[in-house]
């Protein structure tokens, strides 16, 4: 069955640390990789994603993920976190057929 | 001018109520979502509609009917409340389900508590 993994379900940073979060999925086909971002008390917002092209991508407010087919995965970095990076972390998965599949979540405190 | 809303915010109610919550997007999408987050995040898709047309249905028991009139339009109708049924649902749409376009756009949610 298909799936999202996401290794970390709780992260505590200090702020300017560095950061990791792991996704992996179990799908052979074709996918679209999001990750998606829910401050506290609101809505799941669009953090970045990948459909094609260059496996490194950019998103919103300094974060990056990388694509790496061959391990099924789609890490989210960040370099320095800050206070307000506090939130919970979503990985997604489309595959073909419109069905997307989330991850568990990784929630992210950053200590001010 | 909110993308995607969903009414009520908030949904307290009895075991064995029948209940709606509806969801409206005005970004000219063609394809709408149910998901349902529980207590502990985990979100899971419940229904899919593209063009009124329902395309997933995942596992959901059948006390939950969703609804399309049109296309900006997808509501969610619960009979029989279940204490079970207690989480966060959250409407989404997209344009399309492919490559860029699987993009979702997630409404506010709604929190429906059953006592």
């Known amino acids: 069955a298909q799936s999202v993994s996401q290794h970390n379900h709780h992260v505590i940073l200090s702020e300017a640390a560095s950061l990791e979060l792991g996704c992996n999925y179990s799908y052979g086909g074709t996918v679209n990789l999001f990750w998606y971002v829910q401050y506290p008390g609101q809505h799941l917002q669009l953090l970045l994603k990948y459909f094609s092209g260059d496996p490194l991508v950019k998103g919103i407010k300094g974060f990056e993920a990388e694509f790496i087919k061959s391990k099924f995965s789609f890490n989210l970095r960040k370099p320095s976190v800050q206070w307000s990076d506090t939130a919970e972390y979503f990985c997604?998965?489309?595959?073909?057929?419109?069905?997307?599949?989330f991850g568990a979540g990784t929630r992210l405190f950053v200590k001010a | 001018d909110t993308a995607v809303s969903q009414t009520p915010k908030y949904l307290v109610t009895q075991m064995g109520n029948d209940k709606s919550i509806k969801c409206e997007q005005n970004?000219?999408?063609?394809?709408m979502y149910w998901y349902k987050q529980d207590s502990k995040k985990f979100l899971k898709i419940m229904f899919s509609y593209n063009n009124k047309e329902l395309i997933i249905n995942e596992t959901v028991p059948n006390r939950f009917s969703p609804k399309s009139p049109d296309k900006a339009h997808l509501n969610l109708h619960i009979n029989s409340l279940e204490l079970g049924d207690s989480a966060v649902y959250f409407c989404?749409?997209?344009?399309?389900?492919?490559?860029?376009?699987?993009?979702?756009?997630f409404g506010p949610g709604t929190r429906l508590t059953v006592l």
């Open positions: 989404a749409s997209s344009q399309g389900g492919q490559g860029d376009a699987a993009e979702q756009f």
């Open positions: 970004l000219g999408h063609d394809t």
């Open positions: 997604a998965v489309t595959l073909t057929g419109f069905k997307t599949i």
